[in-house]
Each structure stands twice: as structure tokens, then as C-alpha cells.
């Protein structure tokens, strides 16, 4: 017979992971202030080896404009210039000899509104795996009454399981609420 206490909890859990991409995804996207994660899918060529940029050199923001990348080894500056510019990040990289600084441009508003399209894109992902969990585990409750789970239990759980999707996809909507304030405050 089915667990429901076990069924509800591995939902809760798929659900959890579909917010936690969104806010890794959300966090990628540069909203014109310098933010270090946009740099987390670059991968520099280190010893032989491709590795993330954040093992190579240490990272950080001077002010709300520029972020600084300071190699542990100097050899490694030009890697780390050509791994950003071929990753997707779009900036250019200076090398004054010690360190690569890049400066981020001023969003302009067009540029914005494209940024919050994308952000919504990757909020509507989120919320679509959310329900899809949320059917799959009403399918999984429903099946379960023929193993012998009662009726009464079965709409308790499916109250509970709509409980639990209701406060994800509230959380994927103020992700993105949050996030769009973000890139449209200039």
C-alpha cells in the first residue's frame, strides 16, 4: 500500500528543486549591478584541465559596475580572458597584467523588458514542472485507492498535495517579482 505521509514528501521535493533552479537561473541573469553568479557557467582551460572559473581565481565586485577576477597564477589570465569571452556572458574582458576586470554596461530599457520576458520564460518552466509533480502525484493517489488506500484518505492527500503546490508556485511568482524589480530599478 502506499505511503502517503512518503508520497507527499517526494513531491515536496521535486517541487523544491523546480524553485531551486529558478532561483539558480534568476541569479545567472545580470539585472546591470555586478553579481558574481553570472559567472558560474564559465570554464577556463587550467593545467590541461577545464575548470570553473571560481577555482582558478578568486571573484568579486569592487562596486555596483565591475567585477574583478584575480588569477591565483598569473599563466592563467589569458585562459580566463578567452573562457569568458566564449561562454554566453557577453562581457569584455580587460587585463591590466595582474587581474581581468569586467564592466558592466547600463542596461537600457529595451534591454530590460527583454531581460523580465526571459526571466518569465524561466519562472513559467519552473511553474510548469510544479504542476506536472503535482499531477504525476495525484495519478500516483489515485492508483493508490485500487491498493487499497480509502477515499477519504485519497482527498485528504490530494487537499494536502494542492496546499503544498499552491506555496510553490507562490514562490516561483515572488522569485520573479522579486527579480523584475531588480532589473527595472535603474
Request: hydrophobic share 40%; proline share 3%.
Amino acid at each position: 500500500m502506499l505511503d502517503v505521509k512518503q508520497t507527499l514528501g517526494d513531491a515536496e521535493a521535486r517541487m523544491k528543486k523546480a524553485a531551486a533552479y529558478l532561483e539558480e537561473e534568476l541569479a545567472r541573469i545580470r539585472a546591470g549591478r555586478a553579481n558574481v553568479a553570472i559567472l558560474d557557467s564559465v570554464k577556463v582551460s587550467s593545467y590541461g584541465q577545464m575548470m570553473p572559473l571560481n577555482q582558478v581565481a578568486n571573484l568579486s565586485v569592487p562596486d555596483a559596475r565591475t567585477i574583478t577576477i584575480r588569477p591565483w597564477d598569473r599563466k592563467t589570465i589569458k585562459d580566463i580572458e578567452k573562457g569568458i569571452m566564449d561562454s554566453d556572458v557577453g562581457i569584455t574582458p580587460e587585463n591590466n597584467g595582474e587581474m581581468v576586470i569586467l564592466r558592466l554596461p547600463q542596461p537600457t530599457e529595451e534591454r530590460r523588458k527583454e531581460l523580465v520576458k526571459q526571466c518569465n520564460k524561466i519562472g513559467e518552466k519552473a511553474k510548469v514542472e510544479i504542476r506536472n509533480a503535482r499531477a504525476d502525484y495525484k495519478e500516483k493517489l489515485k492508483k493508490a485507492i485500487k491498493d487499497g488506500l480509502s477515499e477519504d484518505n485519497e482527498k485528504d492527500a490530494e487537499a494536502d498535495l494542492q496546499k503544498v503546490h499552491d506555496r510553490f508556485i507562490k514562490r516561483v511568482d515572488e522569485l520573479l517579482a522579486a527579480k523584475q524589480k531588480e532589473i527595472m530599478t535603474v
